[in-house]
């Protein structure tokens, strides 16, 4: 068995070599090419970005548009306390009991004929539409949701 790992060893290490060996082949070559385009064979390929530095001016230009943008922002803080009287709230808008009414019979009317179409007995609709008041035709739109009897 120790043969068998010596061999094993040997047969990588030749490898190794000959995987070196074309290697250094193929960087020769690389630098040969780089040489023909101009470029120095040990530079690398890209160099890193140029960082950007911004003068002193540029800051002292920005620096003063910033302290005048705090001072509109407390200015107008200042003007808003300064206000003994605060703005009374908007009331709130309430429906009329009729509007609300009529509201909610047209959605029971709508419910109605919904449930018509899922297949109720026009019967039973109707028992609800007398319960519920809504049989009376009504001019306008609202027609179309009625129910013939």
Same mark, same amino acid.
């Given at each position: #068995?120790?043969?068998?790992?010596?061999?094993?060893?040997? !047969?990588?290490? #030749? %490898?190794?070599?000959?995987?070196e060996a074309a290697?250094? &082949? =193929?960087?020769?070559?690389?630098?040969?090419i780089q040489a +023909?385009?101009?470029?120095?064979?040990?530079?690398?390929?890209? $160099?890193? *970005?140029? @960082? +950007?530095? #911004?003068?002193?001016?540029?800051?002292?230009? =920005?620096?003063?548009?910033?302290?005048?943008?705090? %001072?509109? !922002?407390?200015?107008?803080?200042? @003007?808003?306390?300064?206000?003994?009287? *605060?703005?009374? *709230? @908007?009331? @709130?808008?309430? #429906?009329?009991?009729? %509007?609300?009414?009529?509201?909610?019979? %047209?959605?029971? &009317?709508?419910?109605?004929?919904?449930? +018509?179409?899922?297949?109720?007995? /026009? $019967?039973? !609709?109707?028992?609800?539409?007398?319960? !519920?008041?809504?049989?009376? /035709?009504?001019?306008? /739109?609202?027609?179309a949701f009625i129910? /013939?009897?």
């Open positions: #068995m120790a043969k068998h790992t010596n061999t094993d060893n040997s !047969l990588l290490a #030749m %490898a190794l070599v000959g995987y290697k250094a &082949k =193929i960087n020769a070559a690389i630098a040969e +023909r385009l101009g470029k120095s064979a040990g530079a690398p390929t890209q $160099s890193a *970005p140029k @960082k +950007r530095t #911004m003068s002193a001016a540029g800051r002292k230009r =920005i620096a003063a548009a910033q302290r005048k943008r705090w %001072a509109a !922002l407390k200015k107008g803080q200042a @003007k808003g306390k300064s206000a003994a009287k *605060p703005a009374a *709230p @908007k009331k @709130k808008r309430k #429906m009329s009991a009729a %509007a609300r009414k009529r509201i909610g019979d %047209a959605a029971r &009317k709508r419910w109605l004929l919904n449930a +018509r179409l899922a297949g109720r007995r /026009p $019967s039973q !609709l109707r028992r609800r539409l007398r319960r !519920l008041q809504l049989a009376q /035709p009504r001019k306008g /739109p609202a027609q129910l /013939p009897t």
